[in-house]
């Protein structure tokens, strides 16, 4: 069975400290892998996604950026956090192609800015 | 544009049966999607909907309608551990990807 895997679970950084979030997932290949934000009372917003790896796509302008250096590993980092990227950040993954398959997603990561 | 619309929060009665609805504007549908998520925890796949009608899951069933842009959550015999966010969230077949709603805040009382 598939497996999804996010570490650290929680996590206390300083304001312009740098960021970096790991996803693993485990039992399948070539799966489509997404980094969402979840902001405190708000929905799931889409970050970035992949379909491959090295092939990352941003859905909004930040100071995140995401590499898949492996087939099944996905990290989000940034260069100098910001208070506003405090949130609960979760990975997900689907199978590869274009079917309506649902994703599933890690356990998250709660990062808090201060 | 893309917008998905859900009742921010309900309050039913352990037993009851709730209802949650799900309005949705895409460009572009491949299915709609509902998933659980309880507080501090990541959201887990609850049914999707492809094409017209109702699926049913045990407890939980879920309705589609295309052409009217709407979905709903049945949950029948409420039980405590119901209380919980429900996302809807449509993938666009224009670009595969899922837009999630704000979340509907379901308290279940004794």
């Known amino acids: 069975s598939q497996t999804i895997h996010q570490w650290p679970a929680t996590l206390v950084q300083p304001v312009g400290s740098p960021l970096s979030l790991e996803c693993t997932v485990e039992g399948t290949s070539n799966p489509n892998l997404y980094w969402y934000r979840q902001a405190a009372g708000r929905g799931l917003q889409l970050l970035f996604y992949?379909?491959?790896?090295?092939?990352i796509s941003s859905e909004v302008p930040q100071n995140l950026s995401a590499s898949r250096p492996q087939d099944r590993q996905f990290i989000l980092s940034s260069k100098k956090l910001l208070l506003s990227d405090s949130g609960f950040y979760l990975c997900?993954?689907?199978?590869?192609?274009?079917?309506?398959?649902?994703?599933?997603f890690g356990p998250g990561t709660r990062l808090t800015v201060t | 544009g893309q917008n998905i619309d859900q009742p921010t929060e309900m309050t039913a009665t352990e037993g009851a049966i709730v209802q949650i609805n799900c309005t949705y504007q895409?460009?572009?549908?491949?299915?709609l999607f509902w998933y659980q998520q309880h507080a501090g925890e990541a959201p887990t796949f609850l049914s999707y909907n492809v094409l017209d009608g109702l699926e049913e899951k045990g407890r939980f069933s879920s309705f589609l309608s295309r052409s009217k842009g709407y979905s709903y959550l049945l949950l029948k015999e409420l039980q405590m551990k119901d209380s919980a966010s429900y996302l809807c969230a449509v993938r666009s077949s224009n670009t595969g990807k899922l837009i999630f709603g704000q979340g509907t805040t379901l308290q279940v009382k004794p």
């Open positions: 997900a993954w689907s199978p590869a192609g274009t079917n309506p398959y649902e994703q599933y």
């Open positions: 895409t460009s572009g549908f491949n299915g």
């Open positions: 992949s379909v491959g790896i090295g092939q």
